[in-house]
T-cell receptor, first 113, second 110 residues
Framework: NAGVTQTPKFQVLKTGQSMTLQCAQD?????MSWYRQDPGMGLRLIHY???????DQGEVPNGYNVSRSTTEDFPLRLLSAAPSQTSVYFC????????????FGQGTRLTVV | DAKTTQPNSMESNEEEPVHLPCNHS???????IHWYRQLPSQGPEYVIH???SNVNNRMASLAIAEDRKSSTLILHRATLRDAAVYYC???????????FGQGTELSVKP
């Protein structure tokens, strides 16, 4: 049981490049979400999903796309990377609702130059 | 989405109890109160959660006010390993998104 797995752990992009951050969970959780954490700040919600085929925007969705074709995977796509997207990205999953705990991945540290 | 308010930082001495407060005056009846902590360079880690009654687990205790507008995370004996940022979060019973505030940075002195 691996929990929540994020890949890659580190990435450097040039401005304008695109890439996909991967997030996978093997716990059959319904809800998954993506966050970014800038230095010295709390986590901010980018996008979230309440089940396969259903996604919605969070607090800071601009510049990011998501899809949820399977329960297990929730990739985050950067369409045209900008230096302002330099951050640490975390993925989380939760079985369903607030009555149980959320699980987080170890994060992807992204630098856009 | 209901918001939470926490002090930016707190200090504690090792092996003493720590009480971390959280205000959530706009909480709804179906919001669960969750606490997570984040060690440097790591993802957030679950600590405890509750709805209305006080809760205990091996890591901590959660005291919830009768009107549910505030809660307190209690670490019974702080250790150096408890130094982290602690986040108080409300999670809607039917939803899975977490809205983080700034959290409380806890430092523990030997």
């Amino acid at each position: 049981n691996a929990g929540v797995t994020q890949t890659p752990k580190f990435q450097v992009l040039k401005t304008g490049q695109s890439m996909t951050l991967q997030c996978a969970q093997d716990m059959n959780h319904e809800y998954m979400s993506w966050y970014r954490q800038d230095p010295g700040m709390g986590l901010r919600l980018i996008h979230y999903s309440v089940g396969a085929g259903i996604t919605d925007q969070g607090e800071v969705p601009n510049g990011y796309n998501v899809s949820r074709s399977t329960t297990e995977d929730f990739p985050l796509r950067l369409l045209s990377a900008a230096p302002s997207q330099t951050s640490v990205y975390f993925c989380a999953s939760i079985p369903g609702g607030g009555y149980t705990e959320a699980f987080f991945g170890q994060g992807t540290r992204l630098t856009v130059v | 989405d209901a918001k939470t308010t926490q002090p930016n930082s707190m200090e504690s001495n090792e092996e003493e109890p720590v009480h971390l407060p959280c205000n959530h005056s706009t909480i709804s009846g179906t919001d669960y109160i969750h606490w997570y902590r984040q060690l440097p360079s790591q993802g957030p880690e679950y600590v405890i959660h509750g709805l209305t009654s006080n809760v205990n687990n091996r890591m901590a205790s959660l005291a919830i006010a009768e009107d549910r507008k505030s809660s307190t995370l209690i670490l019974h004996r702080a250790t150096l390993r408890d130094a982290a940022v602690y986040y108080c979060i409300l999670i809607y019973n039917q939803g899975g998104k977490l809205i983080f505030g700034q959290g409380t940075e806890l430092s523990v002195k030997p």
